[in-house]
């Protein structure tokens, strides 16, 4: 079955970097389709960070444009989202979502995402 497993993140302070990386599982091959990356602050709702469609093209939220990155890895399967410049305001739980498309949709919407990992918590003070 589809999984996707996320690993990275942790505690910086505010300036310093932090990777995420998500894993598919072998019936799932991220590079095929719409992948995203969401993230989900105390008391706030789910927000879109980045996404990416098969053909590679990317969309990233105005608050982390210039600041974060985002690479497919067909060897490994995985998806990896490097954050560099961070700020306190983007602690939250990092999400790795996927969707049954190749192409993503704009706006982002996380209801449209069937496939999510289990999160990995970011934390900038």
């Known amino acids: 079955h589809v999984q996707l497993v996320e690993s990275g993140g942790g505690s910086v302070q505010a300036g310093g970097s932090l990777s995420v990386s998500c894993a598919g599982s072998?019936?799932?091959?991220?590079?095929?389709?719409?992948m995203g990356w969401f993230r989900q602050a105390p008391g706030q709702e789910r927000e879109a960070v980045v996404t990416?469609?098969?053909?590679?093209?990317?969309d990233f939220a105005d608050s982390v444009k210039g600041r974060f990155t985002i690479s497919v890895h067909t060897d490994k399967n995985t998806l990896d989202l490097h954050m560099y410049d961070l700020k306190p305001e983007d602690t939250g739980v990092y999400y790795c979502a996927g969707r049954g498309n190749s192409w993503c949709a704009n706006p982002p919407l996380s209801k449209t995402f069937g496939f999510w990992g289990q999160g990995a918590q970011v934390t900038v003070s």
């Open positions: 990416i469609s098969s053909n590679g093209r990317t």
């Open positions: 072998d019936v799932f091959t991220l590079s095929r389709y719409c």
